[in-house]
């Protein structure tokens, strides 16, 4: 296997472009460092050491490549060919460990011994601490200081593998605050220190870096759907939207194949009207998060408003430039889904199949009832996580249903 980097209209230009979306918006003290990992990612990834270490790493520790799955009932149920991609089976359960895996690999040929994070639900900060442990280097997860009260277990998880979990305590104390205080730690230390970014967001190159480590999903169904299905494109990709790895991984080696609709789900919360919502797409506005240009949910004045989702890991006010280029270029299609919809495709997924998936991965089962299919068409549901961190809602839920 090799990492494969592709040309595409869709991806970022030598700038870190995605036609209007995307650059590097960040402060002059943190230009040096933008700089030196700019000039020296792409060399060290396209190395054969660099790619003998991530595959290795990739299937005798993640597990992959992670299976392909023909949901038959499913199938039935939506009058399509449904196929899952498993991210859920990898180690740590989600997607999120190939981009960690990547990029503490780059860190240790750069010569770094100092990993910092941010996190808001800990799902990124669990995934860096995990690798921070194999790798044995030292791992600062900033986390704002509300979150931290809310997030208990994954807070244990990171301080178990060894990682020191430092309180933001600025502002609301969520996830913003955190990324500030990330940012404030890497200007003052930019000799030892390397910044891991949890998805496609923040200053080029992380969107294009992030995407590439995460394209390992897309290649494999590629070869996989060959297998299965005797061709390697399928009608429809669908990916849950919260930064955008999982989607960027799912949709990366199909960029270019136009047949393929490419469909992103956001978490719509209580409804996109409600105010309490994580649709970014379909209720923001064009502004600039986390060093980069893209869609932003904020008020009148330009400040960031604070989502809302059930599930934790698409509450974020902002979307990567990959896919606000998508949707302002229609290549992608964005479409949301409200809590109660990601609950019932849960539910439905668990009574059909025997998975049970994570809450976000749900937003993802819901738009197949948004969406009308022919009989052939082969479509890729990218199951971006398992569900055991989300059984307080799902029980909450459980308890509703047996009472109707
Ligand atoms: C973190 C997470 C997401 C959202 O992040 P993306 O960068 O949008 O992929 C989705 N699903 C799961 C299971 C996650 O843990």
Known sequence: MKLKRIESPYLANEAGNYGEFGGAWIPEMLQPNIDNLRECYLQIIETESFQKAFFHLLKTYVGRPSPLTFAGRLSERYGAKIYLKREDLNHTGS????????????????????????????????????????????????????????????????????????????????????????????????????????????????????????????????????????????????????GGSNAAGAFYHFLNDTSVQLIGVEAAGLGVDSGETAATITTGEVGVLHGSKSYVMQDHDGQVVEPYSISAGLDYPGIGPLHAHLHASQRGRFVHATDQQALDAAFLLTELEGIIPAIESAHALAALEQLRFSQNDIVVVNLSGRGDKDMEAYMAELEIRLKK
């Open 95 to 242: 997607h999120k460990v190939n981009n960690t895996i990547g990029q503490i690999l780059l860190a240790k040929q750069l010569g770094k011994q100092r990993i910092i994070a941010e996190t808001g639900a800990g799902q990124h900060g669990v995934a860096t601490a995990t690798v921070c442990a194999l790798m044995g280097l030292q791992c600062i997860v900033y986390m704002g200081e509300t979150d931290i009260k809310r997030q208990a277990p994954n807070v244990a998880r990171m301080r178990m593998l060894g990682a020191e979990v430092r309180p933001a305590m600025c502002g609301n104390r969520t996830l913003k605050d955190a990324t500030n205080e990330a940012l404030r730690d890497w200007i003052s230390n930019p000799e030892d220190t390397y910044y891991l970014i949890g998805s496609v967001v923040g200053p080029h190159p992380y969107p294009e870096m992030v995407a590439l480590f995460q394209s390992v999903v897309s290649d494999e169904i590629r070869s996989q759907l060959a297998e299965a299905e005797g061709r390697e494109l399928p009608d429809y990709v669908l990916a849950c939207v919260g």
